[in-house]
């Protein structure tokens, strides 16, 4: 659509915004580099070394630590956490508990306020300049480069937000398995932590087991069972688990056989489940209308009627 011959086209003026913007963009990697040469290296190393040094320590809290990273990842995460540094004044109390609460249920408890707020600002920069760019080639107003500007700085919550969705869709599919392997392991005898044990051992890896084993930490480092079954239900954040929980702890209160109370639960889980499915289920044919309409009906009415309304308008 836009070739050669359109980039030809572009004037002076044009041509020394797009080359500024690209000299620009040098011009800060450069500076950066001379303002924090040395340090900002060394603080690459370390954090690449520090990653691999605490992956042990990391499992020992029940947590699956992330791969190390590269030397390219470690330098952005440096870039990022020197720029969050400067951001400290915007993180406002209610702000910090907000964005440390879906830390938490992304599984990543050790990201910073600040940064988030960093990453925005990447980010908004990145599309505003792309949004200039694209503006000056199509010949548009540059004001319209804000909407892209306003896109780059909510992208961040976007992709938090689907992320912390992801993780809690994969422990509403685990969980059903896993809460009748629980109730097999109490009907067969053994203890409430004994039994959360084997499901973290014989279960499939995901992010329940994650928070199951730190919730089998949290009991051994000397929390009651109610507190860490508390703490399950606000790490993860899922509805399904909260009512679980809710029930496990009533039932602890007033004495009441466990055994009978996660098979009740258990056959519970597998009711939802089997509802959810049928939601899904019905929800599939109106989802399916848009693509129908506007995919599939215009090619199936060009290949039934192209030839009648050819014939029509140019006879033979």
Request: aromatic share 10%.
């Amino acid at each position: 659509m836009f070739g050669l011959e359109s980039l030809t086209d572009l004037s002076f003026a044009d041509l020394m915004m797009i080359g500024s913007a690209v000299v620009g963009g040098i011009a800060v990697f450069l500076l950066a580099r001379t303002l924090y040469p040395e340090q900002m290296l060394r603080e690459v190393g370390d954090r690449a070394a520090e990653a691999r040094q605490h992956q042990d320590e990391a499992r020992a809290r029940g947590y699956v630590p992330p791969p190390p990273p590269g030397r390219f990842k470690a330098f952005g995460g440096a870039f990022v956490e020197k720029i969050g540094n400067y951001n400290e004044k915007l993180v406002k109390p209610k702000f910090e508990a907000k964005m440390n609460r879906r830390f938490v249920a992304l599984g990543r408890p050790e990201f910073r306020p600040q940064d988030f707020i960093a990453h925005q600002q990447i980010w908004c920069a990145f599309f505003l300049l792309f949004g200039l760019l694209l503006m000056n080639i199509l010949r548009q107003p540059l004001w319209y480069a804000i909407a892209f500007g306003v896109f780059g700085l909510m992208f961040p919550y976007i992709w938090l937000s689907d992320q912390i969705h992801k993780r809690q869709r994969a422990i509403l599919r685990a969980l059903p398995y896993n809460i009748d392997l629980l109730t097999l392991s109490v009907e067969a005898g053994l203890d409430f932590q004994a039994a959360v044990g084997t499901v973290v051992e014989k279960g499939q890896p995901g992010p329940l087991i994650e928070e199951l084993n730190i919730m089998m930490n949290e009991i051994r480092l000397g929390k009651t069972r109610a507190e860490s079954l508390r703490n399950l239900s606000d790490r993860i954040q899922v509805p399904e688990v909260s009512a679980f929980v809710a029930n496990l702890i009533q039932a602890d209160k007033m004495g009441t056989s466990l055994g009978k109370v996660l098979r009740i639960q258990s056959n519970q889980m597998r009711i939802t489940r089997t509802h959810r499915a049928e939601k899904l289920a019905n929800e599939a044919p109106i989802k399916m209308l848009l693509p129908l309409i506007g995919c599939i009906f215009p090619t199936v009415f060009l290949i039934l009627f192209g030839p009648i309304v050819y014939r029509l308008l140019y006879g033979g």
